[in-house]
């Protein structure tokens, strides 16, 4: 293992059709956005687990119960959590101060980022390993797919607009305001749109992979 002082945080919500990938119901119907939402996660997890980078944990809202999470926990390399919290912000404030009591920094990703791959993944850790306080991997929609920390930073996720393409321009402003020296990867993007969709199957296809429904 690579980076075993570090973590990889997994924020997921449990694949339940209407409650998950809802942009894109009108396009798959629930149930298949909520087919695809697993698949990517379960991709995720795999390509995290199979990489040997560092420890990976899967942060599961409302709680750990679902069939899919009890599934991920019979998995080496995989442990699970639960989100605490009343908004995104919260949970993961709340889940970077856990892990950063017993780890010297760490990563959280969302199970559904398809731009993030061991390259990210990989460039992150080594730049939290080698002394970089922060990174971020921004998204082009304006929030961003990774978020990398080496100490808690609860003014990173306070008061911020999730959801909006406001995210990575206040988390920018915030890190210059905390003196947080950070790092940024390439643009990513999420897939919570019909456009998004048919990228990545455009994507998938010319990497020779199956499609994700």
């Not at 919500?13 to 009108?26: D, E, F, H, S, Y």
């Not at 995720?44 to 679902?66: K, Y």
């Not at 998204?139 to 978020?147: I, K, S, T």
Request: aromatic share 6%.
């Amino acid at each position: 293992m690579e980076f075993p002082d570090h973590r990889l945080m997994v924020f997921a919500k449990a694949p339940i059709p209407g409650r998950v990938k809802t942009r894109l119901a009108g396009h798959l119907g629930a149930i298949g956005a909520a087919r695809l939402y697993r698949r990517m996660l379960r991709e995720t997890l795999e390509m995290a687990v199979a990489a040997r980078l560092c420890p990976v944990e899967l942060w599961c809202a409302p709680d750990r119960n679902h069939p899919f999470f009890r599934r991920c926990r019979r998995d080496p390399g995989v442990s699970l959590h639960t989100q605490r919290g009343a908004d995104l912000g919260i949970r993961m404030d709340r889940a970077f101060r856990d892990v950063l009591g017993r780890a010297r920094g760490a990563l959280v990703i969302g199970g559904d980022c398809a731009s993030v791959g061991l390259t990210e993944l990989r460039t992150g850790l080594q730049w939290l390993a080698s002394g970089a306080p922060a990174v971020l991997g921004p998204a082009e929609d304006g929030g961003y797919v990774l978020l990398g920390l080496d100490r808690p930073a609860p003014a990173l996720f306070r008061g911020i607009p999730w959801s909006t393409p406001r995210v990575l321009a206040m988390t920018r402003q915030r890190l210059r305001v905390t003196g947080l020296d950070w790092r940024e990867l390439p643009p990513g993007f999420d897939v919570d749109e019909p456009a998004d969709y048919r990228r990545l199957c455009r994507l998938r296809a010319v990497q020779g992979k199956a499609s994700v429904v």
